[in-house]
């Protein structure tokens, strides 16, 4: 098959050391190999970030994640833990001929309520068929778009044109949730049939696709010393993916105080009350909800 | 009020760091110290672990709630920072007559769905006769007893003989629930009102308490290496204080093998999938339900 899209795909878990649903993915797969194995490429799990996961941390240094940038990758000298095993994934998965994929699945998982999301950093449209494929066929998937044209990404998914990352969630850090396990495991088989059956020329075009595209992020009310002073309001936890209206609540303050969503029109919250994003001064991530014709090739 | 039982109190939050509701609870009430205010005792709000909470983590060296055995708390070296801290509380809240407390609220939080949950280091019979109150005036409060004669716990709270921890879940580490949030605050209210109640005399004996007794822990499935091998099971996945009767499935393994409990009767697991206990070798913990009558005074 000379004229193959794919060859070899990585699924790659543990990005973050304390997502264990992409860590136990891949050491559940490093022991039954067979179930990876399909006709028309191979697949390779990898971990990403062992340091991370032996201390249960999201990351040692910094967020590998968000390492994934040009003048990281290729400046001479390299500080940190992260830094380097971004360089070392670089090399494995785009620059050496030896060991280098053509697709790759990045396995996350969220304290936020994100239900199976798949996270595009490009809109390459066998990307997008695939993304209006999976979602057509289990409803429960939803697709969020962080390309944003004229705007570098630094995310693993970045090193390969083919793929995007999977986010699964309601998940705390450090734990595994059996039925959420079981959805991405069967997400991540039905993703490998599809390129199988793409290659073989079984799949048929999709014609739509509905996604939502990344707009910008909300933080916190805080205090003029920067410390919290608020959290998610009762009525917004849990609710991402749902239209948040204006004048809907957002935050409740440790004074009692409601602060409102006082924007012009709907906007689709997502990410809402990630622990991560404490740190990054992100309450939640503002999404427009787009619905496209796919072209047909 | 020469005879008062209780002079000072204090609310501890953030023992574990990564613990916010207990955290910012201190917080807000450090911003409106009025709403701790009663007529007959002084309420005093401390941060434990701030040097845990600084960077998002249970502990920094050291497990704080573990830390409170006279072998710890009397050595003549001490090292590490929870060792050391533990030695200031012990003397803050015990040792030290300007400052010592009469009743300690201790502060946590779990990724285990175990709602608002107290837990008794010991049998006192006032503390029996609050965590009766509580449980009858609001029926989602559970009583979780830790204590077993003969046995010494090393918990902040056995640094008084009055109070109790205060466990609220689920909660993933590092974020707030603001349901959860609210409830705790509310639980706090209806214990400090129910102390200044009673030094009025105006409570009334409560006749019966429901309780469940710590049996004994049950570690994960793991490989020889030590490595986990399976996850809590589906079916039990959330299911803290309910039933698990022989023959109900508990974990599920990478292999896709079910493993059962095959005990004699009914027990009843908590702290079921609690982050912070996979480095314990912990994944829940089994409990029996008990009924007592309590001796009126």
Redesign the interface.
Known sequence: MPDRLIHRVAIVGGTHGNEFTGV?LI??WQ??PALLQRDTFATIPILANPAAFAV??RYVDTDLNRCFRPEVLQQAEVAGYEAVRSRELYQTLKTDAATRVDFVLDLHST?ANMGLTLILVNHHPFNLQLAAYLSRVNPAVRVYSAYQPGQSLAFLNTLCELGFAIEVG??????????L??QTEALIHMILDYLDAYQQGQTVPETRLTFYQHRHTVDYPKTQAG??LG????QL?GQDYQPLHPGNPMF?T??GETRYYEGPSAVYPIFI?E??Y??KGIAFCVTDRQTIELESK
């Open positions: 136990y050491k559940k022991m039954c249960t941390r304290t309601a998940i705390a850090q450090g734990t595994l949730q059996a039925s396990f079981q410390e919290l959290m998610i309001h009762p936890q409740l440790w004074t009350n622990a991560a404490y740190e």
